[in-house]
């Protein structure tokens, strides 16, 4: 059983830097991709990017150049910084996980932290 | 990117009704599909993997079905804590990418 527990700064203006940080309990860390979603309020998800224990990543090329998705595996912990944001990046995020295998070979994100809101204003 | 639409945005529906949702994607993503559910405040909860598959602990009224580019997430006898938002994401490439939802809202 993983339990995800997210945290990181919650008001930000303009061109400031977003830092959020998900701990992982229970599970082995070292298996799978943890992956960062976010949501805008009342709208739909947008999964950010996702590193797994080795520091491997993919990053959604919306956010690829204002991204960084780091790990670090001796807390347990993974870290996402968003540069120079707007009102754009105001949003729900969440760190998620997909940890069971399906029968196609593909992992599903069954694991989500609390959430994290994330407002950017002057 | 492939493109994953939704419809209808909203339904209108009683307790009791059968509810069918689409999900159409812009290209091909084989049956490497899900559906998630979520309510206010919470976080989205799987319901179906590999476009039929339930998830762990999933009523059986809950299906899904397609292949391809066409997929259907079918409630067959909505209970009043179906009421919600549900999501189809694909897994077939990066980026992942989410629909844009069904609200389920009572009638």
């Known amino acids: 059983q993983v339990q995800l527990q997210q945290w990181g700064a919650g008001l930000l203006k303009p061109s400031e830097t977003l830092s959020l940080t998900c701990a992982v309990y229970g599970g082995s860390f070292s298996d799978y991709y943890w992956s960062w979603i976010r949501q805008p309020p009342g709208e739909g998800l947008e999964w950010i990017g996702e590193i797994n224990h080795s520091g491997n990543t993919n990053y959604n090329p919306s956010l690829k150049s204002r991204l960084t998705i780091s790990v670090d595996t001796s807390k347990r912990q993974i870290s996402m910084k968003v540069t120079s944001v707007t009102a754009a990046d105001t949003a729900i995020y969440y760190c998620?996980?997909?940890?069971?295998?399906?029968?196609?070979?593909?992992?599903?994100?069954?694991?989500w932290g609390q959430g994290s809101l994330v407002t950017v204003s002057s | 990117e492939i493109v994953l639409t939704q419809s209808p945005a909203t339904l209108s529906l009683s307790p009791g009704e059968r509810v069918t949702l689409s999900c159409r994607a812009s290209q091909s993503v084989s049956t490497y599909l899900a559906w998630y559910q979520q309510k206010p405040g919470q976080a989205p909860r799987l319901l179906i993997s590999?476009?039929?598959n339930r998830a762990t602990g999933i009523p059986a009224r809950f299906s899904g079905s397609g292949s391809g580019t066409d997929f259907t997430l079918t409630i067959s006898s909505l209970e009043p804590e179906d009421f919600a938002v549900y999501y189809c994401q694909h897994r077939s490439d990066w980026p992942l990418t989410f629909g844009g939802g069904t609200k389920v809202e009572i009638k």
């Open positions: 998620a996980t997909a940890t069971k295998l399906s029968a196609a070979g593909r992992r599903y994100f069954d694991y």
């Open positions: 590999d476009a039929s």
